[in-house]
């Protein structure tokens, strides 16, 4: 078998409602819908919540990770999504993933590079 580049999805959002990027708990819920999903494995996880708002977190999934950074003074989520391609092609999955989050926070696309590694 020949090493096939993953997909790595790099990309700022903006949302005008920012209740869900003060805390961590429902974006806990929806990622770990989304891994179940798409029949990711978890392999560890961190959260941590900031005073007054915001949160940060990184998902170990044996196909790579998930990560995050919110900022609700501004509005902004960074969002971080790679998925190897190791024992099946998951460049869709990395995809739908990011879409689901982005309907997820009603957030736009301030900015997004995809990379293949």
Known sequence: ???QPGQHLVATLKTADTERIHHYSQFKLEADRLIQE?????????????NPGGF?????????HIS???WPEYGTINLDIYLS?????NDA?????FAAF??????SVVNQQIIKR
Request: net charge neutral.
């Open 1 to 3: 078998m020949s090493y």
């Open 38 to 50: 798409f029949q990711l494995q978890k392999l560890g996880e961190v959260y941590h919540d900031f």
């Open 56 to 64: 940060t977190a990184v998902i170990c999934l044996s196909e790579s």
């Open 68 to 70: 995050i950074h919110t």
């Open 85 to 89: 391609n190791y024992k099946r092609n």
């Open 93 to 97: 999955v990395v995809l739908a993933i």
């Open 102 to 107: 982005e309907k997820f926070f009603a957030a």
